[in-house]
């Protein structure tokens, strides 16, 4: 599955935040699932900060995994593990 969003000015990153959250606890909750992941185009410190703020740990860079406007680009890698997920709760 894969999820993207849009930089919002009248919401900031809060709105994107929460739904991070929320979904990480269905996926969690309702699903035998024990390890979610986000990646990002590593110039793109909101998404990281969202990341991180939803307790995602960095596990490393994907380099020039991604094609972007006619350039490879690097991709950061985050991830939560559902022990990880229970102990934030």
Known sequence: MAIGSTRCKCCGNSIISQ???LL?????KGHCINRLEIRMDTRNTAS???AIKCG???EGVS???N???GQHVDMNI???LR????SLA
């Not at 990480?24 to 969690?28: E, G």
């Open 63 to 65: 380099r020039s995994a």
């Open 19 to 21: 739904a991070v959250s």
């Open 48 to 50: 990281e900060r969202v």
């Open 83 to 86: 022990s990880e997920w229970q």
């Open 56 to 58: 995602f740990e960095k």
């Open 24 to 28: 990480s606890s269905y996926l969690f």
């Open 67 to 69: 094609y972007v406007n």
């Open 78 to 80: 985050y991830s939560l």
